[in-house]
């Protein structure tokens, strides 16, 4: 699969090594959109898994309406844990006017090399003709929050 | 030793829409999500009354969106028309 729902590695690894703030006046985080056959830049098809280390521009989906290449900019909702797990959760991202088609997306930050964070798998292309594409984060609890460290 | 189950990451909700912006029912649908989210091991009974639950929030959050969307075309309109755009104020009065 081309791109693969996952942390990625290196971004465990950073954790570690303290790379990676996540709070409200931490580091800034984006979100790419990429695609896999269709609707990306230059017909090119984005490879992202946990190998993934640092932002691409292979297989990103081209710009349109408020989109533009590099993704858009993550609002941050600060850490907290609940039980023995800990987690953070972003405010949802919409683009508007937008014409895209996207298979995944790739969370990185952009305050540190672009370093990658998490790559999230859509299941199947997701398409706004000349409209809004709105990517909704899951509830922020120690199941569902989009990052969690249990 | 310790070990740590770490690397965790959830689902999201690809939410989109032709030509315009979302509707009020995915609007409602993206905020009955995020207020309520219901377990599929829930216990059938449990399941079934959060999703009446969940249900009505929906239904409830649809009715504000669509109000509030009609009240803010409605003072856009009067803003329009107070500098002369009648025809204007009429189009979108008509949406």
Do not use: W
């Amino acid at each position: 699969m081309a791109i693969a729902q996952a942390m990625c590695t290196a971004f465990k690894q950073e954790l570690m090594l303290g790379t990676h703030n996540f709070a409200t006046n931490g580091n800034a985080f984006k979100l790419a959109l990429y695609a896999e056959s269709s609707g990306g830049k230059s017909s090119t098809t984005a490879t992202l898994g946990a190998a993934t280390t640092a932002f691409t521009t292979t297989g990103e989906v081209a710009s349109s309406g408020t989109y533009a290449t590099g993704g858009g900019a993550l609002t941050k909702v600060a850490p907290t844990t609940s039980g023995t797990t800990a987690f953070t959760d972003f405010a949802d991202l919409s683009f508007t006017t937008a014409t895209i088609t996207a298979m995944g997306a790739l969370i990185y930050n952009d305050t540190n090399s672009n370093k990658a964070v998490a790559v999230l798998d859509f299941s199947s292309n997701k398409t706004s003709t000349s409209g809004t594409f709105t990517i909704q984060f899951p509830t922020a609890d120690a199941s569902n929050a989009i990052i969690r460290i249990a | 030793m310790f070990e740590v189950n770490i690397g965790s990451v959830g689902s999201v909700n690809v939410v989109s829409s032709d030509n315009g912006g979302l509707s009020n029912d995915q609007i409602a649908d993206m905020a009955a999500n995020k207020i309520m989210y219901i377990s599929d091991e829930a216990p059938e009974p449990i399941r079934l009354q959060a999703e009446a639950f969940k249900d009505r929030v929906r239904n409830l959050v649809q009715y504000y969106v669509e109000l509030a969307r009609r009240e803010e075309r409605a003072t856009i309109c009067a803003k329009i028309r107070e500098a002369g755009q009648h025809q204007l104020a009429d189009a979108i009065g008509r949406l």
